[in-house]
Structure formats: C-alpha cells, structure tokens
C-alpha cells in the first residue's frame, strides 16, 4: 500500500522552514574580503562626510563679502596667495580682495566662503576680476552634507555588494564584521548514480544535482561539504546523515524522498526522530520536497529530479541559510511579466516552470526555457528565472500577466510575494 | 585658459569602447571550478537524454497489447516476475501478461512498452489486475526525449549559473572549456587620498573608489592587479601606466582625468600615444570620463568622484571586460518603473542616478537612494539599480514611467536599451 502524504500550500512550507532558524554568528574579515558577505554590523558614518568644507569644482576660493556689489560695469579685482588641489592646504586663510586657486575636492581656505569658477573669472597679471556677486557658501560641499558623524547609513544583515564596499572603505572598516557562513552538506542518494567523469552504463545517469546544488551554494557565496553519492540503502543512507548532522549545519539530501519501494529517507527522518516540518507540497515540479528538523538542524530532502531538486532549494534552501545569516532579504525577487507563449496544461498544483524572462521598452515577457517535465535539465540551464502559475483547472495563454521569480540576483527581497 | 572637450552621447561612447576588442582565449577548467565563468565551447547532448527508456512513475512495466479489452468487468490479471528501483535493470524482458514492479527512473523491461501506475491497479497474491487498457508507450519516458545525441543546447559565450552547471554534470564535462579571466589593473590617483586603515587628516579621504572596483571585479568572478595610489604627479603616473601596460590586459585608473591643474591622466595618454576614444561624455555623473587604447589595451580614465566612477565602471568597463570573455550578453538588464518620488533638477545631460528598485504585485516602482552628488559614495551603497534620465529641460516627476538598469545580477543583455 503507498503511503498517502497530505499537501500542503508553498507558502505554508516556506513559513514553517523559516520559522525556527539559528543565527550563525558572526566573525570579523579583511575589507577585500567582504564582498559578498552579510553585514553583521551597520555601517555608521565615523565622522562627517564630506569630513571639511570643499571645492565641487575647479576655480578660485574667496571671501563672498568683497563680491558684494561686483557687476559689469564695476569688476572686482582679486590677488591670488596661493594654489591647491585636492590632499593640499592653503599655506594661510585669505584676507579682503585675496583669493585661492582651488581644484575640485580641495578643502576651502581659512576666511574663505564661495568658489568661483574658472569660466566665470577675467584673467589679470596677479589673479582675476569678477562681475557678480557670490553668496556665502555658493558653490562650497559643505562639511556633513552628505553625511554626518554617527548616523547609520546601511543597516546590520544587509548584503555587501561594490557599493558598500566603497562605503566601508570611506569611514576606514578596514576590517568589518560579517555573518559566519554556514556549513552545508551535500548528499546525493540513488543507485542509479554515476560520477560526471564515468561512462554511461545501461539504465544509469549521472549525479546532476550534487554539482548544481553546489553551484547553488557558490552563488550565495557559500562552499560545500559533499558527502559523496549513496546507492538506495537505509542503514547507509542513516550512517551517513548522523555523520553529516555533526559535522554541517545544514544537510541537503537529493532522491530517496518520495514513497517508492526504495526510498528511504523517510525511514531516516524517522529513526533520527526528527520533526518533519512537511513532506509533500502542492506544487510542480517538487511536490515530494520534504524538509525536517534534527538536532535543530534542518535536513532538505529534496527531490532527486534535477527540475525539482533545484526549485526546492531556491524556494526552501535559499532563504534558510540567508536567515541564518542574519539577512531580511531572503526571498527571490519578484517580476511581473506577460507570458510569450500559451502553457496550457492544467494542474490542480502551483507550477513553477524554469523560463526566460527578458525586459523591453516595450514591457517583460517571459517564456518557458523548453522541454518541461520533473526531469528535465536543459530547461534549468537555459532559463533564468521561474515563471509561477497557481493551481486550479484553467491553463494560461500568451498575453495574460504571470508572477516569475528571478534568478542570479545577488539581494532578494523580504517578502514572499506569492 | 581651460581646455574644451566636446561631449559625445553615452551611446556612441559605448559603440567606441565595445568596437575593438580583443578575446582573452580559453583554458578548460574543472566542472566544480566553473560556477561564474564565460563557456568557450558549446554545451552539446553527448547522449540522448534521457539515455533509455524509463518510467517517470512508481508502477509497473506492462505490455500493452495485454490491457486491450481491460474493463470494470473484465479485469486483466498480471503476474509480477521482478522489482527494480533507478538504476537498476529487470532480470530478462517480460512475457504475455507479465509485470515488472518498477520505480521511477528505472529503465522499462524489455517487451513492456507502458507502465501502469500504482493507484491503478488492484493488488493479488502474485501481481495485480487492470481495468482499463493502455497505449504503447503510455507513462513511458521516451529515449531522447529531452535532448537528442549531438543536439547544440547551450551555446558558447554563456554564463555559468548551477542550471548550467548541472547540464554539464549531466553530459559528463568533467572539464569544460570557459574564457580565460583578462588581467584588470587598478590605480587610483590623487594627492587627497588616504588608504583604508588610515587616520583621516586635514583635506584628506580615504580610497574608497579603488576597493570599490575591485569588488566589482570580483561581482564578475575577475580579479585584481593593484597599482596602489599614487599621488597628483605626472611623471609617478606615467611610469606606473607604463608598467601595468606591461603586466595586464586593461588598466583602469581613477581620477586625474578632467581638466584641472593637477589632472595628468590626458598628459599620459598623449606621451603613450593612445587613441583617446573621447574624454567627455554627456552624462552626470562622469561627464570627465575618458577611455583611450594603448598597444591594443583599454585604458579607462574614470572619475575620482565615486559616484561617477561607479557608473563609469558598469557603463563602460563591465561590457569590455564580458566582449572580452565572449559573451554578448554584455549590457546592464533593463527595466521600466515607475518613479517613486519627483526628480524635478533638469539637466542637459543624460543622468545615472543611484536608486532602489523593487517589483511589486501592482508593478515596479524605482526611487532615487539618497544624497545624489558626484562625490556621493552612500547612495551607491544603498542602491541596487540606476535610474537612467534623459537629458532636457524639464524635471522628472512622480508617477512617470523612467528606465532603470539593474545591478547585481549575474548576466546581462545582449542589446544596450537606451
């Protein structure tokens, strides 16, 4: 007799996986190695930024008050002391009618209050004349306008992409604290599993989805510990995930989870006595995802079909370990897009089909990425992104609007829209 | 007297820096070490796929022509002769009104050419009785038919994501042929700039543009040869140019490259004799920006202010870098949205505005990040897209649809969209 498994909605099942989630902790990095990382601390300003009044342009720093009055017919005349770029000082402040030749992101002199720009000067044997007046502070950056001494810039589980590199690297982190990254296991079940480098043998395939989960990990910047391959069997299958559950923090099982004559992962979860959070899902491909808890580490059986096994890491995988990690922005990014072409096969499940999503002037289309069944591996290599179609009896023509989840996106976002 | 460049529009500048570039070559590099890489040769099925015949279902293997005439009333009774899970293979092919108990992914017996599901069948002490016939090849996977042996289904100069990664596992590329990574040097200039780990000083920042680039080397899987800083010295620079001409395949340099009196960049580029592609861009920021080759290599010339030199990299570094590696896909995504809040400065250029874009159920809707001068670093920080502004009179409201191009997101477009 087959086992019946009650289904239960997506967006229960991401719900509960993310329900009870540890935090890693944190550890402290060299800047170059940042990239890439969780903030474990918000970046604060460490002093006013700009830190002192400057220059935004090229041109000649003065006292506004000997501008007063200045027009076509009556030109100020104005000495200039000195020369400066940007890293330099005036030697002295200025005094009336005295001006400084400043470049762009040198700090104002003593006494002075404007800039003048180049093309807005008259060139004289010993500096140059005006014929308007300049206000006080006119074209000066003043000190803390873009930022001031204290103030939280970028908050604490945020991701560290180029941006806030340059940020960090403005107020001197030259070391910031990150998220530890957690420690996730790979292990592939199925006898029918060959190694990438092996010859095809007859009734064989080779273990796709140890390879991609792995890729998976690396694009979230995190590395693996592979447990190998195992054959259909349980007392092996049971040795290996006891093993793996004291070495990793987080064990992500491919095959073995459905309720065929040998899959035993079931039989595993039980003699572990861990707590299933869910078995069966109502969606497509996937629908046999099962995840559980032991020793508060969560354990993802995942589906041994390559389509499955993939959707089932992006919709439960992902945003465990970013939530181990302190992050908020644990969910893929949405998209709506019109769908480029009919799918019409109804389904009772969710369906998350691997498609192409490209955006136009003319608007987003989306379309699937190709031959579509639970196997398939092509269609996840060419697509970027999931196009989502709720259950019901009805299927979907081109033209209609279609949820899609996009894919290689370096920060989600923090809620699952669906 | 100030020097007077003539702008050229973003576009044509970006036709210049893409029309002569030269490939890296290609190395074969270990599947596991892939993951981000430019393919150099094509994915092609080695096989068909699936391989074999094989059942997509828990059930079992039958012959057809023995379910014909199968009814509630006239039930056909099969005998079970053999259990195989994946990967595994009956013991010989079956007979008239024979079964084989099969798992989904094992390979369909000889002489069976459907497979009946489990809740179809009624249980009996040595197999199961039918009520309802089948057609060859029902529940039947058939050979090939994903892929075909030989068939293109990837082609070169496309990135490695885990999709890709898991096809290659599949058609057993333990090796795969990618583009070599080009070497990128960096070198910031200015007599103001401080390094990370040191304490500011009067007048002084810190580098923040040069660790920035750097992570966007490393956004795109690259790597850096750093030349330090240097302060506003031609002669230091030109030396240093020299030499990273020498040791790298693009040198990218940061600030010295307007028109002020310590600006040096353009005197270096003309005792090299480079071809300046152009030196004025009609865009803000990075106006200054300036790109010029030298023995066949990029030397690009951004702007020391970070905002401008963020934009510079992303519009003009990053799609040479990718034609480099081969791959078309070279330009930033795009996307429409909506503006979120009024942008009324109106400019006769182009603008590049540092902003945060979030798709929503009712839409995309995109809001500038912050602080938005040249010299700004903290709304880099904060954003994940730009805002692209055409140039004009008139101010940006509200409400309007704007594009935007997206950061972070692991593989671009092959069109340039604006």
């Excluded at 402290?28 to 935004?56: N, T």
């Excluded at 530890?180 to 190694?195: A, D, R």
């Excluded at 608007?363 to 290599?381: C, D, L, M, Q, W």
Aim: hydrophobic share 40%; proline share 5%.
């Amino acid at each position: 007799m087959v086992e019946m498994r009650k289904p239960i909605a997506v967006t229960e099942a991401i719900e509960r996986v993310v329900a009870h989630v540890k935090t890693t902790g944190t550890e402290k990095v060299a800047l170059g190695e940042a990239y890439g990382r969780i903030l474990a601390e918000p970046i604060l300003a460490k002093h006013d930024m700009p830190p002192f009044e400057r220059s935004p342009y090229d041109g000649f720093a003065i006292r506004s008050q000997d501008s007063i009055g200045a027009s076509g017919e009556n030109r100020k005349a104005f000495t200039v002391i000195d020369h400066i770029g940007a890293g330099q000082s005036a030697k002295r402040g200025i005094a009336e009618f005295e001006a400084v030749r400043i470049m762009t992101g040198a700090p104002i002199p003593d006494n002075a209050d404007a800039v003048v720009m180049l093309e807005q000067t008259v060139e004289t044997a010993t500096g140059f004349t005006l014929r308007k007046p300049f206000t006080s502070g006119e074209n000066i950056s003043a000190r803390g306008e873009e930022a001031k001494n204290g103030e939280e810039l970028i908050k604490s589980g945020s991701f560290i992409h180029p941006g806030t590199i340059g940020l960090l690297a403005t107020f001197g982190y030259a070391k910031v604290f990150v998220a530890k990254k957690p420690i996730v296991g790979i292990l592939s079940t199925g006898t029918e599993l060959l190694e990438v480098e092996d010859e095809l043998t007859p009734g064989k395939i080779r273990n796709s989805n140890g390879p991609m989960i792995a890729a998976q990990l690396v694009r979230m910047g995190l590395t693996t510990r592979s447990y190998g391959m195992l054959a259909d069997d349980l007392d092996m299958c049971m040795e290996t995930v006891k093993q793996a559950l004291c070495e990793t923090d987080v064990l992500i099982t491919t095959g073995g989870v459905s309720v065929g004559d040998f899959d035993y992962l079931p039989a595993v979860y039980d003699r572990l006595g861990a707590d299933v959070l869910f078995n069966k899902v109502a969606m497509r491909p996937g629908s046999v995802t099962t995840v559980a808890i032991a020793e508060g580490k969560h354990l993802f059986g995942l589906s041994g079909n390559p389509s499955a096994c993939f959707t089932g890491f992006e919709l439960f995988v992902r945003p465990v370990l970013l939530k181990m990690m302190g992050s908020e922005n644990m969910y893929l990014p949405y998209a709506k897009a019109v769908l480029g072409e009919d799918f019409t096969k109804a389904n009772p499940f969710t369906r998350f089909v691997r498609a192409i999503y490209e955006s136009t002037l003319d608007g987003a289309i989306v379309r699937p990425a190709g031959f579509n069944k639970s196997s398939a591996v092509s269609s996840i290599a060419r697509g970027n992104s999931i196009i989502v179609l709720p259950g019901g009896t009805r299927g979907f023509t081109a033209g209609m609007d279609v949820d899609v989840l996009l894919l290689g996106v370096d920060e989600g976002v923090d809620k699952w829209m669906l």
